[in-house]
């Protein structure tokens, strides 16, 4: 039986360096890191030398960096912080959100709360077809009362690249006028193959997860630009800044400062591999199997992500069918399948709704082979011509 892995935008497995940086602070290197005796402050020492790492990576203050428990708290912490940061501190003021139709839902359902609850106004931009937010858009839904721009770096069911550096200029170019407004950016898919310097990007928060990029899960950060005040989120401790209460995971923490690390030594070689067995994937899919379609722009693209619409067939029925295979794949986000209802990100771009259901997102990574790929493709021929032998719509 295979055993094919094709889901890394799901999850990615722990590096063995990772593992081995993490192992003494589950047992020997056990300390709080908020007690004052020296098991604390080996603990200490242990997240601060892991902030200044991460730091250097993102090419920021240590001070800059929020360790939270992963990307959906990242996000949650950056808007809901700010907005109820302004909330308390100028009333009578509504402010105004600008976000994408096709953020994570970790972006989308918290600006739709704030919205739910009369605390904010909220424009979601549409992507144009191909998955690509036009900056011209940005620019022209900005208002009087907009104080926060939020927008993902790689789109996670998709894999398109936003124009990140290019509304980063927009925003300084404002606040150079006197504006107040802020960018935060999603870079949880983004990190492992594309520029995370924060100066460049022009950010002043972004969101980071660990298990995305091979470190651990239930760890991840979020950047805060110096002078950025955001609201707590969770009370009950002094630490990070008494923004976010609760013992500080400190294996976790070592482990997402070494895969960070590794993703510093990285060659970029391995993105190109990895681009090369997409298009590989992608052009024989296209050719091969009738009435696909390729979702998302093919070149504005991460390197691991391959996104196809088969037509007539639920990609619910692809995945079972794959995975009886020993393929693991998915349909839309690893969040929202087991719901019948079609991908917001996929209605986003103007598919319809059927297009919208027969699609599969697969995700590929270092240790993925074009044998992978060959016997993937074998079997998918053979499923996607079963299921429309089936299909009342073909
Ligand atoms: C996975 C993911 C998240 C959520 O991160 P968790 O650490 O799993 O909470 C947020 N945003 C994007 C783009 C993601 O891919």
Redesign the pocket.
Known sequence: MKNIYLDY???SPVKKEVLKAMMPYFSQEFGNASSIHKFGRDAKKAIEESRRSIAKFLNCKPEEIIFT?????S?NLAIRGLIEEIYYTYKNFKPHIITSAFE?H??IDVCRDLEKKGLVEVTYLKPSIKGVINVKSVSDAIRKNTVLISM?Y???EIGTVQPIKEIGKLVQKLKAKGKKLYFHT?A??AIEYFDGDVKKLGVDMM?L?A??FGGP?GI?ALFVKKGVKLHHQNIGGAQEHNLRGGTYNTSGIVGMAKAIELLSYQPSAISHQLAKLRDYFIDRILKEIPDTRLNGDAKLRSPNNINISFKYIEGEAILLHLDMAGIAASSG?ACTSGSLEPSHVLLSLGLKHEDAHGSIRFTIGEVTTKKDIDYTIKTLKKIVKRLREMSPFS
């Not at 428990?69 to 708290?73: K, Q």
């Open positions: 935008a799901a999850t428990s992963g990307g959906t708290e996000d994570h970790a972006v993902m790689v789109n996670n999603d949880v898919q969101s997860s298990h995305k899960k991840g986000s």
